[in-house]
């Protein structure tokens, strides 16, 4: 049974929705190609954090965890320690080559769904090799 807490670090009060996010609250979000928006992350792509509330509409105000510990949605079972990126859906799996890494599991997910405690690692950037 997970646990999945928070422990809150940076989190940039001036970023938009770039459309309705309200079903995508503890996903993975990207910058939009619109400047100052955040749209759901796709499949191994650079995000910049995790999605903390529920924008209904484009243009609202959102919250990011952008580096901190922050609950967040599996895509799949993961291992605690796993290296982890987005899938398609924004969802957190275990990274694989080519991909850019997101966050680091602080807990197991058993399955697609489950929530978990995650270390944000954000727009660092990384690369998993």
């Keep these: ?9 940076f989190k940039p009060g001036v ?3 770039s459309a309705d996010l309200s079903t995508k609250q503890f996903h993975a979000v990207k910058m939009h ?9 796709g499949a191994g792509e650079l995000a910049i954090g995790i999605l903390q509330d ?7 105000g959102v919250e990011i965890e952008m580096d901190g510990i922050s609950k967040a949605v599996a895509g799949a079972a993961v291992a605690v320690g796993a290296k982890l990126m987005s899938n ?3 969802r ?7 991909n850019h890494v997101v966050a680091i599991a602080l807990e197991a997910a058993p399955s697609d769904g489950a929530f978990i405690a995650v270390k944000v690692v954000g ?3 990384q690369l998993l090799a």
Excluded at 1 to 9: D, F, L, N, T
Excluded at 92 to 98: D, R, Y
């Design 1 to 9: 049974m997970s646990r999945s807490y928070q422990v809150p670090g």
């Design 15 to 17: 970023l938009e929705s």
């Design 33 to 41: 190609s619109v400047g100052g928006q955040v749209a759901q992350a």
């Design 54 to 60: 529920k924008p209904d509409a484009a243009l609202q």
């Design 88 to 90: 398609a859906a924004g």
């Design 92 to 98: 957190l799996i275990t990274a694989t080559s080519g």
């Design 123 to 125: 727009s660092a950037g």
